[in-house]
C-alpha cells in the first residue's frame, strides 16, 4: 500500500508569518510531487510541483524535495489571511499515471 | 484558461437508484479521472482512462462503477444501485501535456444519497 502521510493539523499562524507543511511517502519509486490547495467545499487547486531534490520557489510559497528522507515540505512566506485552508500533498507512485494523497494539513492564518 | 468542467453541481438520489456524473475534460488533455473525497476524508483515485479505456483503477472501483466517454468531450462515471456510503465530492480531473503529471480538477459533483 503506497501511502502519503501528513501531519492533519490545524496549523496555525499568524498573519505576515512562515507557514511549514510537511509530508512522508512510502513508494521510493516516486517521481512526482504535486501541493494542491482546497478550500472548503472545493476542488484541489495545483500550487507547487516539485520533481528534483532540492528546493523550488514560487511566488511565496518553496516546495523542498529530499528523495533519499522520502519527504517533501511546502513553505508559504508572509502568509496571508487567504492562505487558510487544506494544504494537500500528492504523490506519483511509480509506473503509474495517477496520485496518491495525503489527508491534508489545515492551515489557518490568523490576522 | 481552460478547465475542467463537471455537471451536475450536487445531485440528490435514493438509495438503490444509479446516477451519472459528467465530466467535460480539458481538450488536449489524454488521461482522464475520477477522484473521489468522502465529507472530512482523503482525495480518493477511482479510475484513470487514456485512448477510450480504462488505465488504472482502484479497488474501490468495482462493478458499481463504470465510466465511458460516449463521444469526443465527455467523460462519464456511473453509479449503479446506489448505498448510502457512495455519498462524497466526486471529482474529474485530466492531465495536463508534457509528461508533468499534473492533473487539473472540475469543481466536483456532490452526490447525497438518501
Known amino acids: 500500500q503506497k501511502e502519503v502521510e501528513q501531519n492533519s493539523g490545524p496549523l496555525s499562524v499568524p498573519e505576515g508569518a512562515i507557514a511549514s507543511l510537511n509530508c512522508t511517502y512510502s513508494?521510493?519509486?516516486?517521481?512526482?510531487f504535486f501541493w494542491y490547495r482546497q478550500y472548503s467545499g472545493k476542488s484541489p487547486e495545483l500550487i507547487m510541483s516539485?520533481?528534483?531534490?532540492g528546493d523550488k520557489e514560487d511566488g511565496r510559497f518553496t516546495a523542498q524535495l529530499n528523495k533519499a528522507s522520502q519527504y517533501v515540505s511546502l513553505l508559504i512566506r508572509d502568509s496571508q489571511p487567504s492562505d487558510s485552508a487544506t494544504y494537500l500533498c500528492a504523490v506519483n507512485p511509480q509506473a503509474a499515471r495517477q496520485l496518491t494523497f495525503g489527508s491534508g494539513t489545515q492551515l489557518t492564518v490568523l490576522p | 484558461e481552460p478547465e475542467v468542467t463537471q455537471t451536475p453541481s450536487h445531485q440528490v438520489t435514493q438509495m438503490g437508484q444509479e446516477v451519472i456524473l459528467r465530466c467535460v475534460p480539458i481538450s488536449n488533455h489524454l488521461y482522464f479521472y475520477w477522484y473521489r473525497q468522502i465529507l472530512g476524508q482523503k482525495v480518493e483515485f477511482l479510475v484513470s482512462f487514456y485512448n477510450n479505456e480504462i488505465s488504472e483503477k482502484s479497488e474501490i472501483f468495482d462493478d458499481q462503477f463504470s465510466v465511458e466517454r460516449p463521444d469526443g468531450s465527455n467523460f462519464t462515471l456511473k453509479i449503479r444501485s446506489t448505498k448510502l456510503e457512495d455519498s462524497a465530492m466526486y471529482f474529474c480531473?485530466?492531465?495536463?501535456?508534457?509528461?508533468?503529471?499534473?492533473?487539473?480538477f472540475g469543481e466536483g459533483s456532490r452526490l447525497t444519497v438518501l
Open positions: 480531473a485530466s492531465l495536463g501535456g508534457g509528461n508533468t503529471g499534473e492533473l487539473f
Open positions: 516539485i520533481y528534483s531534490n
Open positions: 513508494d521510493r519509486g516516486s517521481q512526482s
